[in-house]
């Protein structure tokens, strides 16, 4: 999503909104909502953040204690 980079669908990091529009990882890749799949690397995340690709992604905008959260649920993924 960030980087462009292409990979592995295995080597990225699923990202979900919900139909009740939290956004979370989604380490199962299979939970219901629409999703975007980055890299597993912070650098990405914060580049996603920076070019407010998620934000387009997930059509909405993404609070600061969302994206704290979710640099926070990436960090334990690794």
């Not at 999503?1 to 592995?8: F, G, L, S």
């Not at 956004?23 to 914060?46: A, E, M, W």
């Not at 953040?49 to 959260?69: C, G, N, V, Y």
């Amino acid at each position: 999503m960030a980087c462009r980079t292409v990979r592995d669908k295995n080597d990225l990091v699923r990202l979900v909104r919900t139909p009740e529009g939290e956004i979370h990882v989604d380490p199962t890749g299979k939970q219901s909502g629409r999703g975007s799949y980055l890299c597993r690397t912070l650098d990405c995340l914060r580049a996603a953040q920076k070019r407010k690709s998620l934000d387009r992604a997930f059509k909405a905008p993404i609070p600061a204690e969302t994206w704290a959260r979710l640099e926070e649920q990436l960090a334990m993924s690794d």
